[in-house]
């Protein structure tokens, strides 16, 4: 069993205000994967003061950015020795199954070469050239915005917290990570890999909390920016503290986008790619395809796919190597997901396969049964929602036009994709729904690209250069 007995503030292990120790439970089993502190409000006033300290006075937002990059390089060295580690635990407190978790850990160090890319092309101080009207000489520097409030969920706990850790170091901003007690272990183990780097005291600090805890933080007059991963509601929030205190904001929030197929598309590759782009992690995550648009004549056949797709799934101990999709993270989570499986059966959708009931011999843990709802209509709650869990929508549409209206009429606009072997109508579907991030037949990411949403999914972007000036100032000076 692990321990983590103190919290990390300022780079430094120190006794938190609360004695009694979290407890950190499998969502498999419920058995006990340890025990770590937890703060409260008297640990995030000494985390803030310390950065608070670091930044106005410290020699981490005054180091060349160089010298910020070559210690973030060491933890990404550090981190990539140790990514089967965290895999296992990040598995073991929030049942992710150990494909997914092993997958993300092994790519994580990745995600932070492209933002060590970006640090090193961006002109940090630069004169801009002289026009023929010039009176004098102007200088533009890129300056950090300063103590920095990261809030992430549970879901993702090491992706979430890099996605926002690393750009702000090699801003030079210093960090309060605020992280879900479900994942007090494995994010209280990133505070040894930032010392082992070589991060000063006073810059990071790492602090599980509950809810109450995380709105005293970003509400605290010592912090400069929030930088936030979660619902949208709390997004909401988040954003009226912000507005109120003036303080910098970038939210990456909820999302239910769609998968659409024309009649051209191949479904079998489709079914494949939705295996991971809709049912990842459980389900339980912000861009997940679980609108499933097909056209008409292509319906049914679809349909037949997808109910071969969704029950081939292995549902089961996260640790097996062969299961795909594990428990949900907490009791009051499953319990979410099967009431959405519930309202789509009030609601008149054809449930083609899976269903509100425990999966068999499952029943000691989180465990909802992987669900395909046919013959929805988009006004339908399940098809409105963020489920957050492993239940799919399908949808019927008659033309291309019609796809978009579907698609688009949503309070999201994360993500999405579409499936046609022809191009052009790819593009120019693309080009009109109105989503942060879209896919052609599928194709990957980049991380050296802008990720974030419009609408209800959020506010700003995360990875590579786009990313990186979510944590900066711009200064102009004339000479």
Known sequence: MLIYDKLYIGGRWIDPAKKDLLEV?????????????????PDVDL??????????????????????????TRFNGLYAERAEEIA?????????????????????????????????????????????????????????????????????????????????????????????PENALSTLLLGELLTAAGVPEGVVSILPADRATSEYLISH????????????????????IAGRQLKRVSLELGGKSAAI???????????????????????????????????????????????????????????DPNTFIGPM????????VRSYIETGIREGARLVTGGPEV???LEGGHYVTPTLFADVDNSMVIAQ???????????????DDHAVRIANDSPYGLGGGVWTADEARAMDIARRIRTGTFSVNGAPPSLDAPFGGFKNSGIGREFGTTGLTQYIEYKTITL
């Open 88 to 180: 296992d635990l990040i598995t073991a407190e929030n049942g992710s199954a150990r494909w997914f978790t092993g997958w993300t850990a092994a790519a994580l160090p990745q995600q932070t070469d492209a933002y060590l890319r970006a640090a090193a092309d961006l002109p940090w101080e630069e004169e801009l050239p002289r026009t023929e009207d010039a009176t004098g000489r102007i200088l533009v520097r890129r300056e950090p915005v300063g103590v920095v409030a990261a809030v992430i969920p549970w879901n993702a706990p090491h992706q979430s917290a890099l996605v926002k850790i690393v750009p702000a170091l090699l801003a030079g901003c210093t960090v309060v990570l605020k992280t879900s």
């Open 359 to 361: 999966p068999a011999g």
């Open 385 to 399: 929602e963020e489920i957050f869990g492993p239940v799919l929508v399908v949808i019927p549409f008659d033309d």
């Open 261 to 319: 197929a024309l009649e051209d598309a191949d479904l079998e590759a489709m079914a494949e790619g939705l295996k991971f782009l809709s049912l990842a992690n459980n389900g339980e995550s912000c861009v997940a395809h679980t609108r499933i648009l097909v056209h008409r004549t292509r319906y049914d056949e679809a349909v037949a796919g997808l109910k071969n797709l969704v029950e081939s799934l292995t549902v089961g101990d996260p640790t």
């Open 221 to 240: 007059p010592g912090i400069d920016k929030i930088a936030f991963t979660g619902s949208t509601g709390a997004g909401r929030t988040i954003a009226s």
């Open 329 to 336: 993270v907490r009791a009051d989570q499953q319990e979410r």
């Open 25 to 41: 439970r499998s969502p498999h089993d419920r058995s006990l994967v340890g025990q770590a502190a937890e703060a409260t409000t």
């Open 47 to 72: 985390a803030v003061a310390t950065a608070r300290e670091a930044f106005d006075h410290g020699p981490w937002p005054r180091l060349a950015p160089a010298e910020r990059q070559k210690i973030i």
